[in-house]
């Protein structure tokens, strides 16, 4: 799994000229899915987000996580992340897993996330043509790659 979390001031996911999802302070995390995932690269991403600490604590330093803050957590899943771009100018995206394995993937993670943060956590639509929308806060951007948790 990869993840691309980023602090907002705030953010939203809207469908079709829909707002599915908003929040204000807190993550915006993009999640791509392959197929070599499992519940370990669940448990440890979803642990890994909610417990970073990137949020400022009263002497400016970045040194409290989004449980702690009391922020709110939206949740994309974005195959793209897996695109490889070694041939050509057109990206691959053979690694991406497809919907049967992503999705079940992907509702495992933001049940987890929601779990380990005490309350809901907002999300987009799989497969959707989503209009992301955000304010990063810093800015602050951070990848995460469970291939990469040793």
Not at 70 to 99: C, E, M
């Amino acid at each position: 799994m990869i993840a691309v979390i980023q602090r907002v001031s705030h953010a939203s996911v809207t469908i079709d000229g829909i707002v599915k999802s908003k929040i204000e302070k807190g993550l915006l995390v993009l999640v791509g899915i392959e197929d070599a995932d499992n519940d370990e690269d669940t448990e440890w991403l979803a642990g890994k987000i909610v417990n970073l600490r990137i949020f400022n604590d009263a002497e400016g330093v970045m040194n409290v996580s989004v449980k702690d803050d009391g922020g709110d957590i939206i949740v994309v899943s974005q195959f793209t992340l897996h695109a490889s771009t070694k041939k050509g100018n057109r990206p691959s995206y053979i690694k991406a897993s497809k919907p049967d394995i992503a999705i079940p993937r992907y509702e495992k993670f933001v049940k987890v996330i929601s779990t380990m943060l005490g309350k809901a956590v907002q999300t987009g639509e799989f497969g959707a043509d989503m209009k992301v929308q955000l304010l990063n806060d810093g800015p602050v951007t951070i990848v995460i790659d469970t291939k990469n948790k040793v």
